[in-house]
Antibody, heavy 119, light 107 residues
Framework: EVQLVESGGGLVQPGGSLRLSCSASGFTFSNHWMTWVRQAPGKGLEWVASIKEDGSVKHSMDGVKGRFTISRDNAKSSLYLQVNSLRAEDTAFYYC????????????WGQGTLVTVSS | DIQLTQSPSFLSAYVGDRVTITCRASQGIRNHLTWYQQKPGKAPKLLIYSASTLQSGVPARFSGSGSGTEFTLTISSLQPEDFATYYCQQRNDYPITFGQGTRLEIK
């Protein structure tokens, strides 16, 4: 059974940093692109970043370029999102998701971790 | 960026009704359109990909159609468990974008 479990969220002050993690199991992690999608409370879904199977290619939305970094450790079946210079508008649930083979179809999702940016 | 506009944003319907949600793209995206269902407090769930292909395990009352800039999600006979928010998503180009969502509620 495919499982994705996020962790690392919490309350952080504006300008602060966090490292979000996503632990994967039930599939061959190194065979799939992975992604982060966020959702502000009561709002819609927003794609944040995606990373290729071997980590060699990354894409991210303009609003987080230079502040957020997606990475992965295939030996640990783990996906990460380093979030720096946090702003109030970054407050959201952050979901990791698996991409179906060779596509940007998000076929499995974790339950999310909440990042709250507030002073 | 490719913008996706869903209509309606809110829909109220009865169990057993047939409902259709539309997703319009600001430019052509071939059939690179995906539909997700999200229930309160839960992660989104994949329903339909490549505009019309039903994900394994999704009931056949769900169907999708369209190509280019206009797409539809149809639920043929609403069941109580279908009341949720539905999102379309395009994967034709980066940045990947979602529609604003359609909230489907019981009348």
């Amino acid at each position: 059974e495919v499982q994705l479990v996020e962790s690392g969220g919490g309350l952080v002050q504006p300008g602060g940093s966090l490292r979000l993690s996503c632990s994967a199991s039930g599939f061959t992690f190194s065979n799939h692109w992975m992604t982060w999608v966020r959702q502000a409370p009561g709002k819609g879904l927003e794609w944040v970043a995606s990373i290729k199977e071997d980590g060699s290619v990354k894409h991210s939305m303009d609003g987080v370029k230079g502040r957020f970094t997606i990475s992965r450790d295939n030996a640990k079946s783990s996906l990460y999102l380093q979030v720096n210079s946090l702003r109030a508008e970054d407050t959201a649930f952050y979901y990791c998701a698996r991409l179906a083979d060779g596509t940007s179809i998000f076929d499995y999702w974790g339950q999310g971790t909440l990042v709250t940016v507030s002073s | 960026d490719i913008q996706l506009t869903q209509s309606p944003s809110f829909l109220s319907a009865y169990v057993g009704d047939r409902v259709t949600i539309t997703c319009r793209a600001s430019q052509g995206i071939r059939n690179h359109l995906t539909w997700y269902q999200q229930k309160p407090g839960k992660a989104p769930k994949l329903l339909i990909y490549s505009a019309s292909t039903l994900q394994s395990g999704v009931p056949a009352r769900f169907s999708g159609s369209g190509s280019g800039t206009e797409f539809t999600l149809t639920i043929s006979s609403l069941q109580p468990e279908d009341f949720a928010t539905y999102y379309c998503q395009q994967r034709n180009d980066y940045p990947i974008t979602f529609g604003q969502g359609t909230r489907l509620e019981i009348k």
